[in-house]
């Protein structure tokens, strides 16, 4: 299959198969013995819009379900998502992008779920959380109504006919349609109790939200009251005002991911959400993790100087951030000094998941956690699932993974 | 040091390559230009398969005299090869990392005998 490089030039490279080109992946596995260690992938991806043909139909309203399929009937008269700028793929140069299509699956059997089950094989993950790609961007929707439907229809679609084609190695944080409080409610009274419904999972890419505006507390308390987990998955908005002023998207992309789980985090901190559910587990996703030295001791300065401001807190806004979760992707590892103080902050021991955020271009592999040279044994095996087990209640697979569970004081049973 | 047979080198064409296998050890032979280079197949990033992916002339931005960009442009000669994992791209003549010289990857010797190819690894 040919790509387009320079000067319209076309270079030959093999179609795609998942396995092959993480072949290297595999040998890790191999080596590494991850075959012990339970790993559960808190932030994977696949591109739900290649099953709108699927997802749109689940639609409940009639009018905006046919406007949606209209929309996307050939010759398609307008985009159903939001989409942003961007070159995720780097003109090719990150090939299982253009590549996509020309893998090879089994009609008979839902493509996500086989395409899931080469990466994850590969990579020696045993679990991964499963969000789409292009719904991270549901929250500059300008249709409240329409961003309901999209999140309903594609939680009725991910829970009734994804997951069970799995085989129990995916679950899913659902997406809120959180610009309208009573239908994340809904969505979490109707989809919290099913098979593979681990929390829900706001996206951070909002240009307005505030999250401990009053109208979202009856949400947190009945995700909360499930024993789910709540999750905010940043990304980049290139289009957006202040992002507007970044000429390249590498600029775009590093500032974005970071900035609006800074935020938003900012925002739950400050209010004193930690205080009001002190029992929701609450992650926060595809940040990296340089933000958080910065934001704790950013906050802790200014709330020692102006307390009055967040009557609500009972410890300084980094003890919060400390009690909260972390996925580890993109994880910066370029300094090694700065990433174990980072690590010593956030008590990655007991806070940080591993995410590999695979397919998208800046996945992380379990060897970025399994190979640092200041981890303890117990701290890798927490990150890399152990304390995701705990929080997702995810069985081992196998009994030197229960094991392992149970050496490093895990095991929650399943 | 052994020499591992690549293939023959008129039915191996400018802009191609080709990946040998020597045990669990793999090594990517390009041929650019008329010129064979030979590199780890091992990204120095994360492991990746870092000879497989696209190769792309290496992107420039000329400034001119007072300072203001001339944008964007390929070079129009030095050609880069990209592991397909993540993007890291590497110097076809040199095999070192674009962007930080110090990342380098595993060099190995080409050699003709005739219209033989050989890595010498």
Redesign the interface.
């Known amino acids: 299959m040919d790509?387009i490089?320079?000067?319209g030039?076309r270079?030959?490279?093999?179609e795609l198969n998942t396995s092959k080109?993480l072949?290297?992946?595999a040998?890790?596995v191999k080596d590494r013995k991850f075959d012990d260690v339970l790993i559960v992938d808190t932030d994977a991806h696949h591109y739900e819009n290649e099953n709108f043909a699927e997802i749109l139909p689940f639609m409940e309203n009639e009018v905006l379900k046919q406007l949606a399929l209209a929309a996307r009937a050939k010759g398609g008269r307008g985009n159903v998502m939001p989409s942003g700028f961007g070159y995720q793929d780097?003109?090719?140069?990150?090939?299982?992008y253009p590549l996509r299509t020309s893998e090879k699956t089994d009609p008979s059997r839902q493509r996500d779920a086989q395409l899931g089950d080469r990466w994850m094989n590969a990579m020696g993950v045993d679990y991964s959380c499963l969000f789409p790609t292009g719904m991270l961007n549901i929250g500059l929707h300008p249709q409240k109504e329409m961003e309901f439907e999209l999140c309903w229809a594609y939680a009725r679609w991910v829970t009734e006919k994804a997951l069970p084609d799995c085989n129990g190695r995916m679950y899913t944080m659902l997406c809120l349609p959180f610009s309208d409080p009573e239908g994340s409610l809904r969505m979490v009274e109707t989809f919290g109790d099913r098979k593979g419904v681990g929390g829900f999972m706001i996206t951070s890419v909002r240009e307005k939200m505030q999250v401990s505006d009053n109208a979202y507390m009856k949400v947190y308390r009945a995700i909360e009251e499930r024993g789910l987990a709540v999750a905010f998955h940043s990304g980049p908005n290139w289009g957006s005002n202040t992002f507007q002023s970044c000429n390249r998207f590498l600029s775009a992309h590093a500032l974005g991911f970071s900035w609006f789980n800074i935020l938003h985090c900012t925002n739950w901190v400050v209010n004193g959400m930690g205080e009001r559910f002190p029992k929701l587990p609450v992650l926060w996703i595809e940040s990296g993790l340089a933000w958080i030295p910065f934001l704790m001791q950013r906050l802790d300065h200014e709330y020692m100087l102006r307390p009055s401001e967040c009557p609500v807190l009972k410890k300084k806004p980094s003890d919060y951030m400390r009690d909260m979760f972390y996925s580890s992707q993109p994880m910066e590892i370029q300094d090694m000094d700065a990433l174990q103080t980072t690590f010593r902050m956030i008590n990655a021991e007991t806070q940080l998941l591993y995410a590999s955020d695979y397919p998208h271009?800046?996945?992380?592999?379990p060897?970025?956690i399994y190979d640092l040279p200041f981890l303890t044994d117990k701290a890798r095996h927490n990150i890399l699932g152990g304390t995701a087990h705990k929080i997702f209640k995810l069985p081992p697979r196998n009994e030197a993974q229960k094991a392992n569970l149970i050496k490093y004081g895990n095991y929650v049973g399943g | 040091m052994t020499e591992q047979f690549v293939g023959k080198a008129s039915e191996f064409k400018d802009?191609?390559r080709q990946i040998i296998r020597i045990g669990?050890d793999e090594i990517g032979v390009f041929r650019h230009a008329g010129e064979f280079y030979a590199y780890s197949n091992?990204c120095l990033h994360?492991?990746?398969?870092a000879c497989?992916?696209?190769?792309?002339?290496r992107v420039i931005e000329p400034l001119r005299e007072d300072k203001t960009s001339m944008g964007l442009h390929?070079h129009e000669t030095d050609m880069n090869f990209?592991c397909?994992?993540?993007?890291y791209?590497y110097d076809m003549k040199t095999g070192a990392h674009i962007a930080d010289p110090r990342v380098k990857l595993r060099k190995y010797d080409v050699v003709r005998k005739g219209d033989e190819v050989y890595v010498v690894a």
């Open positions: 790509l490089a320079d000067r030039r270079v030959t490279v093999e080109l072949a290297h992946a040998k890790q780097m003109g090719g140069r990150v090939t299982r271009w800046d996945f992380d592999l060897s970025t | 802009g191609e669990e091992f994360q492991g990746g398969p497989e992916g696209l190769t792309i002339a390929f990209v397909p994992w993540h993007g791209e």
